[in-house]
């Protein structure tokens, strides 16, 4: 079974999108699927590179704001769209733009199964513009995606159960399946690390975009009675991280904490050893499909505080109530945030049972499930 993944970039840092598309098929590599990808250029020459790839398209004038939000455009190259689209047996889309309409149209003429995986919501992309940034303009955009690409696919991958719900409700006619991402679990049992004194560490990870909330956690502070009992990393980078380092800045000055929030980007070893190190991760995104970030903290035993909305898609990975908290509400955050501060032998407790359930959502169980959704895709 030839597999070919299309996807804009494969090496942006931090992009989930890329971070997906390249284990996914490492996976499926690895339990015995030919899979190749379509994609851009690595900028760095030393870097992995695609096995089919594609000039990177600049846009004019936009393109500092692209690349502050962690993405990255490929040139749509016929010639060697064609080429990949011929080699393979099912055309997997990654993302519901020009690059990948080009090589569905491709696949169609030649008589080859599409499927997909839902990756992000229209806000993701609009919520950065926001002067076309609202709800009918949202509506129509998902319309349009459903009817230039995922009404073209026998099968739809769904991150989470509610993308499913969600695309069921837009009136989707493709089979969806429920298939997380998925993360790397180790052979052997991650240990939780028991609080034992000190800072209270919280972790958010993720961009520093309006859509990712990271300044719903400072505001939390202002609401905290033990605000100068925590330690706050942000890890990640993005066009907010000025206006973050102000906030933090001035609410040291104020004697609302005092420590010194830290601001840092890391690789995967980094974020694993923050992770393992941390008290909770707090995920206060407005929007979500599934959270990755949020997901691999949970493998090293962060016990996670969870915004929750029709459009969060983390919400699933939550085992109770302690660890949610209503999208956008500072106080009822802080709230969650001081329960789990005061009852450090509760928080030790599940810290162990989170990373435990963690091990269900290793990619390789999600590569079992993405193959049994391609054989569905060639009998059609």
């Known amino acids: 079974m030839k597999i070919l993944y299309i996807c804009n970039n494969i090496s942006v840092p931090g992009n989930g999108i890329c971070t997906s598309a390249r284990?996914?098929?490492?996976?499926?590599?690895?339990?015995?699927l030919d899979v190749r990808l379509l994609a851009g250029e690595n900028a760095d020459p030393d870097g992995i590179q695609p096995e089919f790839r594609l000039k990177r398209f600049y846009f004019p004038i936009f393109q500092p704001i692209i690349d502050a939000n962690g993405f990255s455009y490929a040139c749509i190259e016929k010639k060697t769209i064609r080429e990949a689209v011929e080699w393979a047996d099912i055309v997997h889309i990654e993302e519901p733009l020009p690059l990948e309409k080009v090589a569905m149209n491709m696949a169609e003429k030649m008589g080859k199964p599409i499927t997909g995986t839902f990756h992000m919501y229209t806000e993701n992309i609009l919520s950065e513009l926001p002067f076309i940034n609202f709800r009918w303009s949202n509506r129509l955009l998902m319309k349009l995606w459903k009817k230039r690409y995922y009404d073209h696919m026998t099968d739809?991958?769904?991150p989470t159960g509610v993308v499913k719900n969600l695309l069921e409700s837009c009136g989707f006619r493709a089979r969806l399946h429920v298939i997380s991402n998925g993360i790397e679990i180790p052979q052997e049992r991650v240990i939780a690390k028991p609080y034992t004194g000190g800072?209270?560490?919280?972790?958010?990870i993720g961009r520093f975009a309006s859509i990712k909330s990271p300044d719903l956690l400072l505001d939390a502070m202002k609401h905290s009675r033990h605000s100068k009992e925590i330690e706050l990393v942000f890890a990640g980078s993005g066009v907010l991280e000025k206006q973050l380092r102000h906030s933090a800045s001035r609410m040291l000055a104020d004697g609302l904490l005092v420590h010194e929030p830290i601001f840092v980007f890391l690789d995967k070893s980094g974020l694993?050893?923050?992770?393992?190190?941390s008290y909770l991760c707090v995920h206060a995104a407005k929007m979500e499909v599934e959270g990755l970030g949020c997901m691999e903290a949970l493998r090293e035993g962060t016990v996670p505080v969870i915004?929750?909305?029709?459009?969060v898609g983390t919400t699933d990975y939550a085992l109770d109530e302690r660890s949610i908290f209503k999208s956008g509400d500072a106080k009822e955050l802080a709230e969650r945030i001081d329960w789990w501060i005061e009852h450090p032998e509760e928080r030790n407790r599940m810290a162990q049972i989170y990373a435990d359930r963690a091990r269900e959502y290793a990619i390789s169980k999600s590569a079992q499930k993405l193959i049994d959704m391609y054989r569905l895709a060639l009998d059609r």
């Open 23 to 32: 284990n996914t098929s490492a996976a499926l590599r690895a339990a015995g």
């Open 199 to 204: 800072p209270y560490r919280i972790i958010k």
């Open 156 to 158: 739809v991958q769904c």
């Open 307 to 311: 915004s929750q909305n029709p459009y």
């Open 272 to 277: 694993k050893e923050l992770a393992h190190d």
